[in-house]
């Protein structure tokens, strides 16, 4: 199974930008996606493919990165944001998921 | 609008099984995938399997073989998932979320699953 190491929290500033890592045990070309889950919520997906945005999902996000380093960016943080963001691969099966990393505001 | 309607929370006995359903409207039923994730209690996110309502075919992770069951009505637009010999270990909250084709554009709002006597 392709394991996704994400680091388990950050703690950012209103208005600073945020940036999580995703990293593949090997490569995932660009088959990966971020979501966002706040507390008592289902997630909502925010990137496929490694930088394109999902539809209604504000361009203060984004998302980069290839082969096996993958970078999730929120630019400006609001408050809105505090919840834990997730990075998911769809190269090989089982499809799998990152352990997630919680933001929080400073 | 898409929308992913899930069945009720549900508390069941050890060693029984469950049936969970999603029911899905604002998209053509079988132009998608329906997969289905697990979440336990603090934790993340396990893929469980998915199943493509078109040609009822099924894929799991070789971890929920012989534990989870997917099923398909195409006629009312519902996915199924059945969980089996239940045990602590299967209490979690299950998603149902549409395939496009291997990420999660839309998920369900969550069926709560206990297991206790």
């Known amino acids: 199974d392709i394991v996704l190491t994400q680091s388990p929290a950050l703690a950012v500033s209103l208005g600073q930008r945020a940036t999580i890592s995703c990293r593949a045990s090997?490569?995932?070309?660009?088959?990966m996606h971020w979501y966002q889950q706040k507390s008592g919520q289902q997630p909502k997906l925010l990137i496929y493919g490694a930088s394109n945005l999902a539809s209604g999902v504000p361009a203060r996000f984004s998302g980069s990165g290839s082969g096996t380093d993958f970078t999730f960016t929120i630019d400006p943080v609001e408050a809105d944001d505090i919840a834990t963001y997730y990075c998911?691969?769809?190269?090989?099966?089982?499809?799998?998921f990152g352990s997630g990393t919680k933001l929080e505001i400073k | 609008e898409v929308k992913l309607q899930q069945s009720g929370d549900e508390l069941v006995r050890p060693g029984a099984s469950v049936k969970m359903s999603c029911k899905a409207s604002g998209y053509t039923f079988t132009d998608y995938a329906m997969h289905w994730v697990k979440q336990s209690p603090g934790q993340g996110l396990e893929w469980i399997g998915t199943i493509i309502p078109l040609i009822d075919t099924t894929s799991y992770n070789q971890k929920f073989k012989g534990k989870a069951t997917l099923t398909a009505d195409k006629s009312s637009n519902t996915a199924y998932m059945e969980l089996s010999r239940l045990t602590s270990e299967d209490s979690a909250v299950y998603y149902c979320a549409m395939g496009q084709p291997n990420w999660f554009a839309y998920w369900g709002q969550g069926t709560l699953v206990t297991v206790s006597s």
């Open positions: 998911q691969q769809s190269r090989n099966d089982p499809l799998t």
């Open positions: 090997e490569s995932v070309r660009s088959s």
